[in-house]
């Protein structure tokens, strides 16, 4: 399994921008896909975005328009950028990585083998 850190939680007003990050060691960065997901207090995680090793996006439909998940092989991190920022976007952001084809992207969260620890989101209103 490949070792994860997320970076760039923080609070934020609404209609800010933040920028997370996921840094990767452990395995080759490349043979893995990698996705964003979110769970906010009393709420079941949820799906936000991913990305596969081809660099094929998907994202879920409360954040498409505004987040744009995208990954930098050569520095073994992904990244995901939050635009128009919504206080019901405040969560904790984790970041997840499995290894898989060139066009595996997954959206569910039990497809994905390793996690990182999760990063605060706060947007206040």
């Known amino acids: 399994q490949v070792q994860l850190v997320e970076s760039g939680g923080g609070l934020v007003q609404a209609g800010g921008s933040l920028r997370l990050s996921c840094a990767a060691s452990g395995r080759t960065f490349t043979s893995y896909a990698m996705g964003w997901f979110r769970q906010a207090p009393g709420k079941e995680r949820e799906f936000v975005a991913t990305i596969s090793r081809s660099g094929s996006t998907y994202y879920s439909d409360s954040v498409k328009g505004r987040f744009t998940i995208s990954r930098d092989n050569a520095k073994n991190t992904g990244y995901l950028q939050m635009n128009s920022l919504k206080p019901e976007d405040t969560a904790v952001y984790y970041c997840?990585?499995?290894?898989?084809?060139?066009?595996?992207?997954?959206?569910?969260?039990?497809?994905?083998?390793?996690w990182g620890q999760g990063t605060q989101v706060t947007v206040s209103s």
């Open positions: 997840a990585a499995e290894s898989g084809s060139l066009w595996f992207a997954p959206t569910r969260d039990v497809a994905f083998g390793s």
